[in-house]
């Protein structure tokens, strides 16, 4: 709402009129324009910036890809030279005379020989578990030209631990101790010494299986001993 | 360029069209700005705020004639004053019985240029100044400047008449410039 006043009075047109008065205006007009431009495009210039990064990112990505094989191309001529390059380990004639060289081949070739069974002797104790394995383990022995072994290769099949008769061993635990099927109401009250005092065997049945298939179960629950009476049961085969 | 083509291809966006438009009606602008608010550092402050809401808003402005957009973004810049001018909190103005309004000697004012009149008006305190500037120039009622500015409407009417008085006695000690231009 406009006052009562008349508006259009000289000295208020002069005012407006003026475009501006010499000690009145913006001291750098530049710097204010930037001021401002840059405020009225910050979400223009976040979205630059994302698409800059996301631009370089793509980029080296790119780039990682293609040098990647070809590095591995790279380490794979690498290795093939280093296998051409290694020379061979020769006697040099003119230094060693030829008795002390035949004696030197003599013993190289027993080494060989005892390298042989040792070999032998780790393929025996690792004991394959399946019937696959145990023809490519004959097999590798064929290769390997046993003939210099005193004992030829006697592969034992064993089974493994995962095969342990655990239900043999329960078998003959249930031997060893058949208990009375009782029924509760028989029992009848419980002496108050047992019911103040919590009875460990109830829940303490103990199997421990070692590898050599020999069982340990404590017999504390047949017994009704707080104590750890361990039972001992194999079930390794006889040999 | 024309305005008219300025503001539409500034509502499009383009940069140069607004930067165009700033250059245009900023120093104007300043000067507007400098009559509420007395800081120079304030005044730009002030400016650069309502151009960024002037071009914010242009998309929404009907376009009528340069004289509807000069009134409008005349009246973004006085908003801005008064907000700063608010949170200054500058206007600790005591509630005051309404004076009696007192007449402005008009004809002294117009015989005198537009940059004494401009500093008439700044050497005024700032309550004086700004009930002033809005009574006077921009032709508000004392009801409206009473509710922008957060005061009583006597209080207004009070100021008023003060800034007045003390603009006669500044014109009467301006001395005789003043009286030798009146007396051709």
């Known amino acids: 709402m406009l006052n009562e006043n008349p508006i259009n009075l000289n000295w208020k047109n002069k005012l407006d009129d003026v475009d501006g008065l010499s000690g009145e205006i913006l001291p750098d007009k530049n710097a204010a324009w930037k001021k401002l431009h840059h405020r009225l495009q910050p979400k223009r210039s976040r979205i630059n910036a994302l698409w800059y990064w996301a631009a370089a990112a793509s980029i080296l990505l790119a780039i990682i890809i293609s040098i990647l094989p070809q590095n591995k191309k790279q380490d794979e001529f690498v290795k093939t030279e280093q296998i051409h390059l290694t020379p061979k380990k020769e006697f040099p004639e003119e230094v060693i005379p030829v008795e002390s060289r035949k004696e030197l081949a003599k013993g190289l070739a027993e080494m060989e020989s005892r390298a042989i069974t040792i070999k032998d002797i780790q393929l025996k104790i690792e004991a394959p578990s399946s019937k696959d394995s145990i023809q490519k383990m004959a097999l590798i022995s064929a290769e390997l030209d046993v003939q210099n072994i005193a004992q030829p290769l006697q592969i034992i099949e064993q089974p493994t631990v995962q095969e342990m008769p655990v239900a043999k061993a329960i078998a003959v635990l249930g031997n060893v101790q058949k208990l009375k099927v009782v029924h509760v109401n028989e029992l009848g009250d419980a002496p108050p010494e047992i019911h103040s005092r919590p009875f460990i065997a109830d829940y303490r049945t103990v199997q421990i299986k070692l590898i050599n298939q020999e069982v340990y179960t404590n017999a504390s629950s047949a017994t009704n001993n707080p104590g750890f009476n361990f039972f001992k049961t194999t079930n390794a085969p006889s040999n | ?184």
């Not at chain 2, 810049?77 to 001018?85: D, F, G, T, V």
């Open chain 2, 1 to 184: 360029m024309e305005i008219a083509q300025l503001v539409k291809e500034a509502k499009q966006g383009s940069a140069s069209a607004q930067k165009c438009l700033f250059d245009l009606l900023s120093d104007k602008m300043m000067l507007v700005c400098r009559r509420y608010v007395k800081s120079e550092e304030d005044a730009e402050e002030v400016l650069l705020d309502g151009f960024y809401k002037f071009f914010k808003n242009l998309a929404v402005f009907n376009f009528q004639g340069d004289a509807a957009l000069y009134v409008w973004l005349k009246k973004i810049m006085i908003n801005e004053c008064l907000m700063l001018l608010r949170k200054k909190n500058v206007f600790t103005i005591v509630t005051e019985a309404a004076a009696e309004n007192f007449p402005l000697e008009a004809e002294a004012l117009n015989n005198l240029s537009a940059k004494e009149i401009f500093d008439l008006i700044v050497q005024l305190p700032v309550g004086y100044r700004t009930v002033f500037n809005l009574y006077e120039i921009e032709g508000m009622d004392h009801k409206e400047i009473a509710s922008l500015l957060g005061i009583a409407e006597g209080t207004s009417k009070s100021q008023l008449s003060k800034a007045k008085l003390l603009l006669q006695k500044n014109l009467l000690q301006k001395g005789t410039g003043y009286v030798k231009r009146k007396s051709h």
